[in-house]
């Protein structure tokens, strides 16, 4: 599914992925986890096509990430930040992307999974975040692509909404369907990953299950284990 190979990824004169090496062979929920400046967002972008590598190849359902742009059409992506254009009604807003994706589309099941019926003839700038991250979501979630990448995606959820999420991953990962996840909610991160990826100063450290990862780091929780990856003893 996923094949990167020597990656390297330079902003001016710092250094942000060194030579990464990963490979997701698909299907299940991957946590690409790392504290601040470990390179997870460029990894993504790398990923999407949307950040040039100084170095490396990345194969995305093995088309070369280089030269064949057209496998972006199988991926839906779920950005961090919801910034669509505030003046258009939600309604709008959905029906703009389905024209763009021209794709079948599940949008009125998660328009009322999310409750967002009372919203559609809002304007998206006067939403709150939360439920701009509902829309967010359904926009996301309502095409059926094989690749699902989910940047922060329990941001600003209501505990309601958060279960709605749960429930979405598991539909999706019971399709067989691969989803890369990002997120600083470590307890979101233990209920739904299948594997984690742990990045640090632009390499990986760890890859592979939790309770794999509980026993290299000689923790009984995932949070401490976290935190103990990123020791100078554990590496060493």
Same mark, same amino acid.
């Not at 209920?191 to 100063?201: K, M, P, R, S």
């Given at each position: 599914?996923?094949?990167?190979?020597?990656?390297?990824?330079?902003?001016?004169?710092?250094? @942000?992925?060194?030579? %990464?090496? %990963?490979?997701?062979?698909?299907?299940? @929920? =991957?946590a690409v986890l790392g504290p601040?400046?470990?390179?997870?967002t460029t990894l993504i972008k790398s990923i999407l096509g949307m950040v040039t590598m100084n170095r490396g190849e990345i194969l995305v359902m093995?088309?070369?990430?280089?030269t064949k742009w057209k496998?972006?059409? +199988?991926?839906?992506?779920?950005?961090?930040i919801a910034n669509f254009p505030g003046n258009l009604k939600v309604k709008e807003l959905i029906?703009?992307?389905i024209d763009l994706r021209q794709k079948p589309s599940d949008s009125e099941r998660l328009i009322k999974m999310f409750k967002l019926e009372p919203f559609l003839d809002k304007k998206f700038s006067t939403l709150s975040g939360g439920t701009k991250?509902?829309?967010?979501?359904?926009?996301? =979630?309502?095409?059926?692509?094989?690749? %699902?990448?989910?940047? &922060?995606?329990?941001?600003?959820?209501?505990?309601?909404?958060?279960?709605?999420?749960? &429930?979405?991953?598991? &539909?999706?990962?019971?399709?067989?369907?691969t989803i890369l996840v990002?997120?600083?909610? %470590?307890? =979101?991160v233990e &209920?739904?990953?299948? +594997?984690?990826?742990?990045?640090? +100063?632009g390499k990986i450290y760890f890859k592979g299950g939790i309770s794999q990862l509980k026993t290299m780091t000689k923790q009984t929780d995932f949070e401490h284990a976290i935190v103990a990856i990123a020791t100078q003893e554990i590496h060493a």
């Open positions: 599914m996923i094949a990167v190979t020597d990656l390297y990824k330079k902003f001016g004169k710092n250094q @942000v992925l060194t030579g %990464l090496n %990963l490979t997701i062979d698909g299907g299940g @929920v =991957f601040n400046g470990s390179g997870k093995e088309n070369p990430v280089k496998y972006r059409k +199988e991926i839906n992506y779920l950005p961090q029906r703009m992307i991250q509902k829309v967010n979501l359904v926009l996301t =979630f309502m095409f059926d692509s094989p690749l %699902l990448i989910l940047d &922060e995606p329990t941001t600003g959820l209501d505990p309601a909404a958060l279960i709605k999420l749960k &429930e979405l991953l598991q &539909e999706e990962k019971k399709k067989g369907k990002t997120s600083h909610i %470590l307890q =979101f &209920e739904v990953a299948d +594997e984690i990826v742990y990045l640090l +100063e």
